[in-house]
């Protein structure tokens, strides 16, 4: 304390902290802040939890503000994100659904199970309306496809055979499926 923040509300309410020493502030150091910003010169500030060491255990990966460009614009992996509230009722009731999808698919090497706790990280362009808020980034489209199916484990392994590659690639459609015959 004190500190100086700017936020731009046209710009989903990003931060841009002053970098100085604001207790030494002067005038000229607002109007070159101010300047930076409106320049384009200046970094948002966002929020991020440590990039966690290791950042998967069990097939899943915990992603957080630092760690979330690096995982989910990767152009050689398709990533499927849970974007959630650690008090959030649904989330919790999902997250063991969640756990056990990502230990059934951690060896499909190009597929990445994650989740992403929003309430203390941010990434510059995403905005997280509801939790949860699942999100498909495929390899050939980083701006991602909202996940909108069932919430049981059978659902979400539908929902990847049909529109994701690494998946069908990894268990072609039939695989793992009893037949006629054997019913």
């Known amino acids: 304390m004190p500190t100086l923040r700017l936020i731009s509300p046209e710009d989903s309410m990003l931060k841009y902290v002053y970098e100085g020493d604001a207790k030494a502030i002067s005038g000229d150091d607002v109007a070159k802040f101010v300047s930076d910003f409106k320049a384009g010169n200046l970094s948002p500030h966002l929020k991020s939890e440590p990039i966690p060491e290791p950042a998967t255990v069990d097939g899943l990966t915990v992603l957080v503000g630092n760690s979330w460009d ?5 152009p050689t992996k398709d990533v499927l994100v849970k974007y959630y509230a650690p008090w959030c009722g649904h989330c919790k009731a999902l997250a063991p659904v969640w756990d056990s999808l990502a230990k059934d698919v951690e060896g499909i090497e190009d ?13 510059a362009g995403l905005e997280i309306r509801g939790y949860p808020t699942l999100k498909f980034y495929p390899k ?12 049981d484990e059978g ?13 069908q690639a990894a268990r072609p459609a039939g695989e793992g499926e009893a037949t006629q015959e054997e019913l």
Request: charged residues 30%.
């Open 70 to 74: 690096a995982v989910v614009n990767d």
């Open 111 to 123: 597929l990445v199970i994650a989740k992403f706790d929003a309430t203390v990280n941010e990434v």
């Open 140 to 151: 050939d489209n980083k701006a991602g496809i909202d996940y909108d199916a069932g919430r």
């Open 155 to 167: 659902d979400f392994q539908k929902w990847l055979a049909e529109h994701s590659g690494v998946f």
